[in-house]
T-cell receptor, first 112, second 111 residues
Framework: NAGVTQTPKFRVLKTGQSMTLLCAQD?????MYWYRQDPGMGLRLIHY???????AKGEVPDGYNVSRLKKQNFLLGLESAAPSQTSVYFC???????????FGPGTRLTVT | LAKTTQPISMDSYEGQEVNITCSHN???????ITWYQQFPSQGPRFIIQ???TKVTNEVASLFIPADRKSSTLSLPRVSLSDTAVYYC????????????FGSGTQLTVLP
């Protein structure tokens, strides 16, 4: 039982490049979330999904896209990376909104 | 969207009880108060959740008064390993979009 895993753990992009972050969970959770955390700040919700095939915008969705084609996977895409997207990205999953969220180890992304 | 306010930082000594207060003046009827703990370079970890009165589990207690405008996380007999950032969230049963972690409280436990 791996819980929530994220791929990759580190990445450096040049401005304008694209990439996809992968989140996988093996707990059969309905809800999945993508957050970003900037230095010294709390987590901000980017996008979330309440089930396979559904996605919704969170607090800071601009510049990101997501897809949830399979229940266990939630992908976060950056089509044209910008230095302002340098951050640590956390994925989480939960059974429902009020249930405990389980977080992945994070992906540290640097855009130069 | 319920906004929570916490102290930026707190210091304590090993073995002491630590109380971290969170203010949430505009909490909605269907909001629950939830606390998470985050260590450096790790994702947050769930501590406790409650609606009102008192909730206790093996690691903490959560006190929420009748007016629900504030809450207090109580950590009994802290150790050095409790040094972390603690986040108070008001989570709605109606929408995941309202999830916001704020800046949290940096708790430093001193020997």
């Amino acid at each position: 039982n791996a819980g929530v895993t994220q791929t990759p753990k580190f990445r450096v992009l040049k401005t304008g490049q694209s990439m996809t972050l992968l989140c996988a969970q093996d707990m059969n959770h309905e809800y999945m979330y993508w957050y970003r955390q900037d230095p010294g700040m709390g987590l901000r919700l980017i996008h979330y999904s309440v089930g396979e095939g559904t996605t919704a915008k969170g607090e800071v969705p601009d510049g990101y896209n997501v897809s949830r084609l399979k229940k266990q996977n939630f992908l976060l895409g950056l089509e044209s990376a910008a230095p302002s997207q340098t951050s640590v990205y956390f994925c989480a999953s939960s059974y429902r909104t009020l249930y405990e969220q389980y977080f992945g180890p994070g992906t540290r992304l640097t855009v130069t | 969207l319920a906004k929570t306010t916490q102290p930026i930082s707190m210091d304590s000594y090993e073995g002491q009880e630590v109380n971290i207060t969170c203010s949430h003046n505009n909490i909605a009827t269907n909001d629950y108060i939830t606390w998470y703990q985050q260590f450096p370079s790790q994702g947050p970890r769930f501590i406790i959740q409650g609606y009102k009165t008192k909730v206790t589990n093996e690691v903490a207690s959560l006190f929420i008064p009748a007016d629900r405008k504030s809450s207090t996380l109580s950590l009994p007999r802290v150790s050095l390993s409790d040094t972390a950032v603690y986040y108070c969230l008001a989570i709605s049963s109606g929408s995941a979009r309202q999830l916001t972690f704020g800046s949290g409280t940096q708790l430093t436990v001193l020997p």
